[in-house]
């Protein structure tokens, strides 16, 4: 008895013809998440506009200077740094699928059919995908820690209080430099496919030339590929680096902040990632 | 050369901190700021440095409002010294010395060297420390390498929050003694929050923080 009183008290206090208090929460729940993402969005653009405004500081020597240390670590954390299991993975695709494939493909049509899907396999969708998920686990996350860890420990108040302007020490290097290694990622990451793959392929049939199985693949891919690969990069690299930063910035004063930012951070940039690499494949790539 | 604050108001959302706070010195002037626990001490030099939001006033340095958020000489009119951190982890301590001379003038990195080791040694910072990163070092030592850090710039107003935790009285003593020889090469007043007599008896003038105001302590 005594659980429903409030209940009853609330509907006294509604006006007349109200809709009742679950309504209210519903229409609250779908008012709130559109609202929380186009405020999510205004933020990713204005981070976007900041960094690119802040990129002026590039032109004094100096601070190219100081820019230039930090861009080469952050390329160095992400890109290099991630060869390792990006080569592995790429080793498994190659060895796994892209070599067992072969053997599914008639003699006849091998060298173009062969070619046509690990281009449209591998170079068009797993190189981009696999690479991307690699950025996001491995460097997003840790540039989101860091972030989050610089606001807690009141580093980018010291910054401030140096005259220096946080954007330009830590969003300007991962805005640069995300990009980039993705980009780099997606090239290691076919070349080590297409690697593994001939290696396990030479062991079934030793006759056929690496040079011949490069240059068939080779062939098959156009300008367009590459163009709409490097968009991918360009997009996907820039919107995991800014991400990280938005998730990372917003934590407080608290570690539980910082894992929070971690895991949401992580949870939009995956979706941002494959929501930029359907709808670029969709539009470049449908006939 | 003058420094004046003026009608400083320094409030939290649900907490007035100072309320018209007003106060001149002239450089070479050392002004101790008598603090306790959670007076408000650290809250008064951060407003003062332009790092709060909810400030309101002037801090006049020559004339120019350091408060104005368009003064892109602030960084070498002030400098700050953290009571705690205040250091940039992703850099080393040397790195983190020279960063204001870096980022903000044309100097050579020779020069900038020069002024680094002129100040560590007047510091007695080891160079030993300079390829250390800020979480190898003790409080003292993080204490030591902000001080050099806020000198490098040679500041007109150097704000030091507490200086004296975990210093023995002769190191306080003679970081007080050395801070007094560069005041001497380079006029900047200071402003000091302490509870330490050592730094009160060194000071030219002691005030306290009294009615969200800051008033002269009695000797």
Not at chain 1, 3 to 26: A, D, F, V, Y
Not at chain 1, 93 to 112: H, N, W
Not at chain 1, 147 to 159: A, D, K
Request: charged share 20%.
């Amino acid at each position: 008895m005594n659980t429903l009183k409030p209940e009853s008290s609330e509907r006294e206090n509604q006006p007349e013809g109200s809709p009742p208090q679950n309504s209210w929460r519903i229409i609250e729940f779908f008012g709130r998440r559109p609202r929380e993402v186009a405020i999510f969005l205004l933020d990713i653009i204005g981070l976007i506009s900041i960094a690119l405004a802040a990129s002026k500081h590039l032109v004094k020597p100096k601070r190219r200077r100081i820019f230039l240390n930090l861009f080469i670590r952050q390329l160095y954390n992400t890109g290099v740094r991630a060869l390792y299991i990006n080569g592995m993975i790429a080793i498994f695709i190659g060895a796994l699928l892209m070599s067992r494939l072969f053997d599914y493909i008639p003699q006849q049509v091998i060298s173009t059919q062969y070619s046509y899907l690990f281009v449209v396999i591998v170079f068009r969708e797993l190189g981009p995908l696999i690479s991307g998920i690699i950025l996001i686990s491995r460097s997003a996350t840790a540039v989101t820690s860091e972030i989050g860890f610089l606001r807690m420990t009141r580093e980018f108040q010291v910054l401030h209080g140096l005259g220096i302007n946080p954007v330009f020490m830590f969003l300007l290097p991962v805005f640069f430099a995300f990009p980039i290694s993705l980009f780099l990622m997606f090239i290691y990451f076919d070349f080590v496919c297409l690697l593994s793959a001939y290696v396990f392929i030479w062991f079934s049939d030793p006759d056929i030339s690496f040079l011949t199985f490069l240059a068939n693949i080779l062939e098959q891919i156009t300008l367009n590929e590459v163009s709409i690969n490097a968009v991918k990069a360009l997009l996907g690299g820039v919107m995991i680096g800014i991400i990280s930063i938005h998730f990372g910035a917003k934590a407080a004063d608290s570690f539980d902040d910082v894992s929070h930012a971690i895991s949401n951070s992580t949870t939009a940039q995956l979706m941002s990632f494959f929501l930029i690499n359907v709808v670029l494949s969709i539009l470049a790539y449908t006939q | 050369m003058s420094i004046e604050i003026r009608n400083l108001h320094i409030e939290y959302p649900d907490h007035l901190l100072f309320d018209n706070v007003s106060l001149s010195a002239t450089p070479h002037e050392i002004i101790a700021i008598e603090t306790k626990v959670l007076d408000g001490g650290t809250s008064l030099l951060k407003g003062i440095a332009g790092f709060l939001s909810g400030v309101s006033g002037q801090v006049l340095i020559d004339g120019v409002d350091l408060l104005a958020p368009t003064d892109p000489e602030s960084a070498f009119k002030v400098g700050y010294v953290y009571e705690e951190r205040g250091l940039l982890s992703i850099y080393n301590i040397y790195q983190n010395i020279c960063l204001p001379l870096q980022f903000h003038t044309d100097m050579t990195a020779a020069e900038i060297a020069q002024e680094a080791h002129y100040v560590c040694d007047l510091l007695q910072i080891d160079d030993g420390l300079f390829d250390q990163h800020p979480h190898h070092l003790n409080d003292v030592q993080t204490r030591t390498v902000n001080l050099a850090r806020a000198l490098i710039v040679k500041p007109r107003l150097l704000l030091i929050d507490e200086l004296e935790g975990g210093m023995s009285d002769e190191f306080l003593q003679d970081t007080m003694e050395r801070l007094k020889e560069r005041q001497r090469d380079h006029p900047m007043v200071v402003l000091i929050t302490t509870a330490s007599d050592i730094v009160m008896e060194l000071a030219d003038r002691v005030l306290k923080i009294e009615n969200q105001d800051l008033v002269e302590a009695l000797a």
